[in-house]
């Protein structure tokens, strides 16, 4: 990533040199005041000093890893061992033995019979089914039902029961029979995935609105967002930073708006009246959402905003199921979409598709770390897979 410095005497100037040296698409890292040295302070106004960077833009082009090529005696003998299979269930007249069974998951679990290795006085019948059983575990992929994406999505952190429901329409649209490579699987599963989503809407005017628990980064993704909007778009913007059930403590908001030279108001006017700027954020304290009383005075508090468009902040680093009860809890307040923050502390990006899929919601901007401004791009299915299936780790599964 290269990174660009550029040295302003004000937020217009800095988005001139923005625009003019990476164009509109350039991405703010950092922001600081630098005072004048010396007397030079006495008469000189303080400076700022942007860090900027053009973000590489995500491949959406599938990789598909090549499927290997056997050779004829390869052929010869996977040919014989299926034939060899076919010939073994077709002798078989009893049910399985038990000790063996079909998980969910629709792979096969070898319980090791008690005693060892069966000796030659075993019964046939059970030492067939056991090597019928081994063959199963070992079968080509592209056997009937053996579907490993499922697996694999669950451990880049998508729900059993959503995985689940992915590789049964897997199964209904392309058939039982899974593809030879798991990279195929991979990209079905991602085109399966990228047709399921939902594209935020975008509205013009309206103030924004941040709420969500304690800690979930409330503060911090509005001052991400703010910095784009002032010094990328050159956008006029405002800021209230308002209290609610418990005092606005946000002092690091008042600080940053200053270097940007944006006003934060900590009252909104008493006749509802919207200051003369582009774009209204509104920052409030995190509510807990199992709190009812501070969540019908936010209730309250949004309703007395006119045209506010609400984002609900979530934490990634919580677990799925803390994921999902919040954005529940949350449901009763006019939320237009998620900003998901802290994805720096998380690696299994899989799990917002557990949001995609198990809410109405849709998801607006992912942020990671807490500089500011620091990452805080737009949500796409291409971002989360680019962080979901990394060729590196895609790689390392290919050869397992």
Not at 161 to 188: F, K, M, N, Y
Not at 245 to 253: D, G, I, K, P, Y
Not at 312 to 335: C, G
Not at 358 to 379: D, H, K, M, S, Y
Request: overall charge negative; aromatic content about 4%; some cysteine.
């Amino acid at each position: 990533m290269q990174v660009h410095t550029f040295l302003a005497e004000s937020v217009a100037d800095a988005v001139t040199q923005i625009r003019e040296t990476l164009g509109p698409e350039a991405v703010v890292l950092n922001v600081r005041r630098l005072p004048a040295e010396g007397l030079a302070r006495l008469w000189q106004k303080p400076r700022i000093e942007v860090l900027a960077h053009v973000p590489e833009k995500v491949a959406t082009a599938p990789v598909v890893a090549a499927a290997p090529v056997l050779d004829e005696v390869q052929l010869s003998a996977l040919a014989e061992l299926r034939a060899e299979m076919r010939e073994m269930r077709d002798s078989l007249q009893k049910p399985p033995a038990a000790g063996f069974g079909v998980p969910p998951s629709g792979g096969w679990e070898v319980e090791p019979p008690k005693g060892g290795t069966p000796n030659q006085g075993s019964d046939p019948h059970d030492l067939s089914r056991r090597r019928e059983a081994e063959a199963e575990m070992a079968r080509p992929a592209h056997s009937k039902g053996d579907w490993r994406v499922g697996s694999l999505l669950e451990q880049t952190g998508l729900s059993a029961v959503q995985a689940e429901r992915l590789v049964a329409d897997l199964c209904a649209t392309h058939g039982e029979a899974a593809p030879v490579s798991l990279s195929e699987e991979i990209e079905l599963a991602k085109q399966a995935l990228a047709a399921r989503w939902k594209v935020a809407g975008t509205k013009v005017t309206g103030p924004h609105i941040f709420v969500g628990a304690p800690g979930a980064g409330k503060t911090t993704a509005l001052c991400k967002w703010l910095a784009q909007v002032s010094l990328v778009e050159g956008r006029r913007a405002a800021v209230w930073r308002l209290d609610g059930h418990v005092a606005n403590t946000a002092e690091s908001l008042s600080v940053f708006a200053e270097i940007l030279g944006v006003s934060v108001d900590r009252c909104a006017p008493a006749n509802d009246e919207l200051p003369e700027a582009e774009v209204l954020f509104v920052d409030l304290p995190g509510v807990n959402p199992t709190d009812p009383a501070a969540m019908a005075q936010l209730q309250k508090r949004i309703a007395s905003i006119p045209n506010a468009q609400v984002h609900l902040v979530l934490n990634a680093a919580y677990e799925t199921p803390l994921l999902l009860a919040q954005t529940r809890a949350f449901a009763a307040l006019p939320i237009q979409d998620i900003i998901v923050t802290h994805l720096d502390e998380e690696t299994r990006w899989g799990k917002l598709w557990n949001l995609i899929l198990g809410t109405n919601c849709t998801l607006r901007f992912l942020v990671a770390g807490q500089n500011i401004p620091g990452e805080f791009i737009p949500a796409t299915a291409e971002q989360i897979f680019a962080c979901q299936f990394p060729r590196k780790q895609r790689a390392f599964v290919a050869q397992s």
